[in-house]
């Protein structure tokens, strides 16, 4: 049975004027060829290595790169004190609760890369809608995928369902006020029922066994631009909405959260500033990266975007670029046609 366009695209009530969204009939994504993990001595001792530089900042307070470091002192949310204990461990939690997108429809029969991008779009309107945070949005997205690899034969005609009970358990940890159960079904005009968003819930949560929180790339993307000390805020919206565009491609999603968060502010500083110093001294010290090291991830996102820019009749009405319009996100929607128009 194939998803139809108009269980997504009525998930919003039309007396809020969300635009419908004209969903891809052919996605481009090909898993063949995966990379095995590497868990060779190499990756563990660059991985010191990276430590090693983070250790090297808490202890060298006179160092010519600690310009910035009174402004993490002086920033609360950085939690000064325990800097230096957050940043080694975010290395080791980065894979923690990760889905293993080599095989995430190894359990699947019924349902496709197709109805994974449908459902991603899904997310996107509903969380917009309630105005949810980015983090709660890329949580239910890490959640809906983490349950695709695990959970067998899933039908076309529970992804409604499963989606808001995704949205439902990402609101229950990220968000003080959460919508009710029956905010969710008012909004995707009853058709899902509230008794199948329980179920699903239950389900969800006992396949994952309650272990939901994960580093988001979003973290480390926040990271990085305030380790930038870039003032243009363009740039760092710019670069969410390429993760978001991401999203749609499996290839890219199989590396680590911080090598797709610095890849994609690699190509927004790239492309807004069209200059050979995107990725300067400063930002790799304190990424601990460099340009080698995020070369295959940056072409594999490069490579996606030059496709969706060829279907751009496909896209242009995606739900994204509404959202990415706002003023919230610095209307960098406008910005990402005529600027990757430019480049590529």
Not at 50 to 74: A, E, R
Not at 142 to 157: A, G, H, S, V
């Amino acid at each position: 049975m194939k998803l139809s366009n108009s269980n997504f695209s009525s998930g919003i009530s039309n007396n809020n004027k969300i635009n419908n969204i004209k969903l891809l009939k052919k996605p481009f994504q090909n898993i063949s060829n995966f990379p095995k993990e590497n868990n060779s001595p190499k990756k563990n001792e660059k991985n010191q290595k990276i430590k090693l530089k983070i250790n090297y900042l808490i202890s060298n307070k006179n160092d010519k790169k600690n310009n910035i470091f009174n402004n993490i002192k002086n920033n609360p949310q950085f939690v000064y004190e325990y800097f230096n204990i957050i940043n080694t461990n975010l290395l080791d939690l980065e894979n923690k609760n990760i889905p293993n997108y080599q095989s995430i429809f190894k359990h699947q029969n019924k349902i496709s890369f197709q109805h994974r991008i449908d459902c991603i779009r899904f997310i996107n309107q509903v969380n917009n809608f309630f105005s949810s945070l980015q983090e709660t949005h890329f949580l239910s997205i890490n959640i809906l995928d983490r349950f695709i690899c695990n959970y067998p034969n899933i039908e076309t005609k529970d992804l409604n369902s499963i989606c808001c009970s995704t949205i439902f358990i990402a609101n229950k940890f990220e968000e003080i006020y959460i919508p009710l159960l029956s905010d969710f079904i008012k909004v995707t005009n009853n058709n899902v029922k509230e008794k199948d968003v329980l179920k699903w819930e239950y389900k969800i949560l006992s396949y994952l066994d309650f272990e939901i929180l994960t580093v988001s790339p979003l973290f480390f993307l926040e990271r990085t631009h305030f380790f930038s000390q870039d003032e243009n805020k363009e740039v760092f919206y710019f670069a969410q909405l390429l993760l978001e565009i991401l999203f749609y491609d499996i290839n890219f999603m199989k590396f680590k959260c911080s090598f797709r968060a610095n890849s994609v502010y690699y190509i927004s500083r790239k492309i807004i500033y069209n200059n050979d110093d995107v990725w300067n001294n400063k930002l790799k010290f304190f990424t601990g990266l460099n340009e080698k090291d995020l070369k295959d991830c940056i072409k594999e996102g490069m490579n996606f975007i030059k496709k969706f820019i060829k279907n751009k009749k496909k896209f242009k009405d995606d739900y994204l670029f509404f959202k990415y319009d706002s003023k919230k996100f610095f209307s960098v929607s406008d910005l990402f046609f005529k600027k990757i128009k430019e480049n590529l």
